[in-house]
């Protein structure tokens, strides 16, 4: 999403000067004003309003959506479109819910082992939440304190600070379908419907989730097709183009089951050589939904071969937090871009952070933020004792405050700012 807030200034360095001095006072966060922030297509629709007050949390702006099926909280402008798309998507099943057609599937429907004849109306989504911490403890020094799934389950990390655990997210995002619709078939069948709707079929929004079972089941189990706004004409190829581009997500993600794609991504692991516990433990975290670590892992299949790699999947296994491997995956996406554009040598772990090794020395740092203010948590990133005297780029996708930009240029880091 292009942003009127996110200057690109493609290749651009904001190189250290050597009389920058480190800001003597912290800064508090600005709230921000998502009218500055967004492109004016996205501040209203038909079926939602973003509120104008947009806060940040020194990296990530925080957003909230009043749409006529719930209030929404998005942590970052990407997710933003990407519950914008959402919503669309629910009103088109909504739509499909009152047609004749939606009703004969019922009729025809032998066993629906969900509530398929609920109205999309009468249990609108309340998540109003207070303010969460997001991507802070990425930037902390964790040492050796990564740990595996195994020995995290049915824990918060320590870092949640009010965030959902990793079990409050397996009801959402974790297959096509659920359990009780393990019907050979029906898992394509809900591709197709999130093709359609150019969403995520394994997005985390339970009312989006509930809405596609709902519908895909009706027709499914009733024996007629499903075309949710568009033509019958409309051929599989174009409606996976406008999904892929919608959500950027692979075309693969809407044509293999998520059996084929955990067969997949096991495979890849292997051949990468991340040991057998290892991947298991990939497979017990509840907080990674079925695209998260398609993504993911596709991606890191990208870069250098080495250790580096199991060091990542180290990294993205210790993740219990939905929003958190959100980030990772558009840390890990940016990475994949930048290498193919500019190859490293290596992929490297910072703390969390993933990173890449340049043939001239220099450690890149992808950090996909909206806004960063010189708190003191930044601070303490910038001046990291395990960073010192090393050559260091951070690649940003948002904007910096003045006084954050200051502040690591003092510290000698090279600041990107990428798409």
């Not at 250290?16 to 006072?25: K, L, V």
């Not at 969460?132 to 870092?159: L, M, N, W, Y």
């Given at each position: 999403?292009k942003?009127m807030?996110?200057p690109?200034?493609?290749g651009?360095?904001?190189?250290?000067?050597?009389?920058?001095q480190i800001?003597?006072?912290?800064?508090?966060?600005?709230v921000?004003?998502?009218?500055?922030i967004?492109?004016?297509?996205e501040?209203?629709?038909p079926?939602y309003?973003?509120?104008?007050?947009a806060?940040s949390?020194?990296y990530?702006?925080?957003?909230?959506i009043?749409?006529?099926?719930?209030?929404?909280?998005?942590v970052g402008?990407?997710?933003v479109?990407?519950?914008?798309?959402?919503i669309?998507?629910?009103?088109?099943l909504?739509?499909?819910?009152r047609t004749?057609l939606?009703?004969?599937?019922?009729?025809?429907s032998?066993?629906a082992?969900?509530?398929?004849?609920?109205n999309?109306?009468d249990?609108?989504e309340e998540?109003?939440k207070?303010l969460?911490?997001t991507?802070g403890?990425?930037?902390?020094?964790v040492?050796?304190?990564?740990?595996t799934?195994a020995e995290?389950?049915g824990h918060k990390?320590?870092?949640?600070?009010g965030e959902m655990?990793?079990?409050d997210?397996?009801?959402?995002g974790r297959?096509a379908?659920?359990?009780?619709?393990s019907v050979?078939g029906y898992?394509k069948a809900k591709?197709?419907?999130?093709?359609?709707l150019?969403?995520?079929p394994?997005?985390d929004?339970k009312?989006?989730?509930?809405?596609?079972?709902?519908v895909?089941w009706a027709f499914?189990?009733?024996g007629?097709?499903?075309?949710i706004?568009v033509?019958?004409?409309?051929g599989?190829?174009s409606l996976?183009?406008?999904a892929?581009k919608t959500?950027?997500?692979?075309?693969e993600?809407?044509?293999i089951?998520p059996?084929?794609?955990?067969?997949?991504d096991?495979t890849?692991?292997?051949?990468?050589?991340?040991?057998?516990q290892?991947?298991?433990?990939?497979f017990?975290?509840k907080?990674?939904t079925?695209?998260l670590r398609?993504?993911?892992?596709?991606?890191?299949s990208k870069?250098?071969?080495?250790?580096?790699r199991?060091?990542?999947v180290?990294a993205m296994v210790?993740l219990?937090?939905h929003?958190?491997?959100?980030?990772f995956?558009?840390a890990?996406k940016q990475?994949a871009?930048?290498?193919?554009l500019?190859?490293?040598?290596?992929v490297?772990?910072?703390?969390?952070?993933p990173g890449?090794?340049?043939?001239d020395g220099?450690l890149?740092?992808?950090?996909?933020v909206?806004y960063v203010s010189?708190t003191?948590?930044v601070?303490?990133?910038?001046r990291r004792d395990?960073?010192t005297?090393a050559?260091?780029?951070?690649?940003?996708?948002?904007?910096?405050s003045?006084a954050a930009?200051a502040?690591f240029?003092a510290t000698?880091w090279?600041v990107?700012?990428?798409k």
């Amino acid at each position: 999403m292009k942003s009127m807030y996110a200057p690109i200034l493609a290749g651009g360095l904001l190189a250290a000067s050597a009389h920058a001095q480190i800001p003597q006072a912290y800064e508090i966060p600005p709230v921000l004003s998502a009218s500055r922030i967004l492109p004016a297509d996205e501040l209203q629709g038909p079926h939602y309003r973003v509120r104008d007050s947009a806060p940040s949390d020194g990296y990530m702006t925080h957003f909230t959506i009043d749409s006529d099926f719930g209030v929404f909280n998005c942590v970052g402008e990407r997710q933003v479109s990407q519950r914008i798309q959402e919503i669309g998507a629910i009103a088109k099943l909504a739509a499909v819910s009152r047609t004749d057609l939606f009703a004969e599937g019922v009729k025809r429907s032998v066993e629906a082992p969900i509530d398929a004849v609920k109205n999309i109306a009468d249990d609108p989504e309340e998540a109003v939440k207070k303010l969460p911490s997001t991507v802070g403890h990425f930037f902390k020094k964790v040492g050796s304190s990564i740990q595996t799934t195994a020995e995290r389950v049915g824990h918060k990390i320590d870092e949640s600070d009010g965030e959902m655990s990793g079990d409050d997210w397996a009801a959402a995002g974790r297959g096509a379908g659920s359990a009780a619709k393990s019907v050979a078939g029906y898992d394509k069948a809900k591709l197709d419907t999130a093709r359609q709707l150019g969403v995520d079929p394994y997005s985390d929004n339970k009312r989006l989730q509930e809405e596609m079972d709902k519908v895909t089941w009706a027709f499914f189990a009733g024996g007629l097709p499903l075309r949710i706004g568009v033509s019958a004409v409309s051929g599989g190829a174009s409606l996976a183009l406008t999904a892929t581009k919608t959500t950027g997500l692979p075309a693969e993600v809407y044509d293999i089951t998520p059996g084929e794609l955990a067969f997949r991504d096991r495979t890849m692991m292997e051949v990468m050589g991340v040991p057998a516990q290892l991947i298991e433990d990939v497979f017990l975290n509840k907080a990674l939904t079925v695209s998260l670590r398609h993504g993911i892992l596709s991606n890191l299949s990208k870069m250098p071969a080495g250790f580096g790699r199991v060091d990542v999947v180290k990294a993205m296994v210790s993740l219990q937090q939905h929003r958190q491997l959100v980030f990772f995956q558009t840390a890990m996406k940016q990475l994949a871009e930048r290498h193919a554009l500019r190859p490293y040598v290596e992929v490297k772990v910072l703390g969390r952070l993933p990173g890449g090794l340049t043939a001239d020395g220099y450690l890149e740092v992808a950090a996909p933020v909206d806004y960063v203010s010189w708190t003191q948590q930044v601070a303490e990133f910038a001046r990291r004792d395990d960073m010192t005297g090393a050559k260091k780029r951070l690649l940003i996708t948002g904007k910096m405050s003045k006084a954050a930009s200051a502040g690591f240029a003092a510290t000698n880091w090279q600041v990107v700012y990428t798409k």
